[in-house]
């Protein structure tokens, strides 16, 4: 049976989950980002435990359709943002070769559940994305403009500066992070 899972942002959470439902002696198949495959079907008292762990845990189990494709479409921004490779294909056919639905319904649905665009989403992640690695120290912000897929090192810092009100430069030597949850 698939589960999905709301909150599942990186891969501790990942391992939170499968120790989750290991705890429920569950045969867990898989687990990946935003859902989970267990061997087993479990009845309506089954699943409100399941349900019941995974707030312990800080995530939600999704049974609503419509919740499950905007977790949906949140799994593959996030790791598309993550993705190690710069990747040069529009955000919107991007999502239509991987959930394989009508962008303009993919986009109206989110909308109207996350009171913002997926466009708006997907900056939002980058911006998390570059605040992470400037913090980490490795790369400087031309490097990071290219890795996060912004056109030049000017686009970052005025997208950067747009939305955290700070360079990134400034970021660098005092900013902090948000949980990628709560973005």
Known sequence: MRLSIKNMVCNHCVAAVR???????LPVVTVEIGRAEIDC????????????????SGFELISDPEKDLVESI????????RSSEPVD?????????????????MSRLFSAHERRTIERYMMLQKIERVKELLLDGELNVSEIAYITG????????????EITGMTPSEFRLTGHRQS????
């Open 19 to 25: 120790r989750a439902l290991s705890d429920l002696d």
């Open 41 to 56: 079907t479990p009845d309506s008292d089954g699943m409100h435990r399941i349900a019941r762990r995974l707030e312990e």
């Open 74 to 81: 949140k799994r593959e921004i996030i790791m598309l943002v």
């Open 89 to 105: 294909i529009r955000l919107s056919d991007y999502l239509v070769s991987k959930l394989h639905r009508d962008y303009n319904s």
């Open 150 to 161: 912004f056109s030049s090192n000017a686009h970052l810092s005025r997208r950067f500066k």
């Open 180 to 183: 990628l949850s709560d973005v």
